[in-house]
């Protein structure tokens, strides 16, 4: 997922790395300790880049949260990040090929 630039100058995940995360929090977000920093494996790795993202435990719009930071101030889809993953798996699959 590192594939990509940084999000931004105050974060050092990728867009890529940052909208995985919140679909990884989305899913497996009832399974994580109320305390973040508590979490090991996986979840803490995931709690890593959307705390670095402005994330919390304590917040109840995460989601929102999310979303705005990626760029979706309206809060109205997830379509724009799709075509934005689809673009990235294409320029992924494309280095992948040429460096063969």
Excluded: C
């Excluded at 809060?75 to 673009?87: A, H, K, R």
């Amino acid at each position: 997922m590192r594939k990509s630039n940084p999000f931004s100058s105050s974060v050092s995940y990728s867009r890529m790395e940052t909208i995985n995360a919140v679909a990884n929090h989305f899913k497996h977000r009832d399974e994580w300790p109320a305390v973040w920093s508590t979490a090991t494996g996986q979840a803490k790795e995931t709690i890593d880049v959307i705390s670095a993202v402005g994330l919390s435990s304590t917040e109840h719009f995460n989601l929102m949260k999310a979303a705005q930071v990626l760029g979706d101030d309206a809060f109205d889809g997830t379509f724009p990040l799709v075509g934005e993953m689809i673009s990235w798996r294409e320029q992924l699959l494309n280095d992948i090929e040429q460096s063969s």
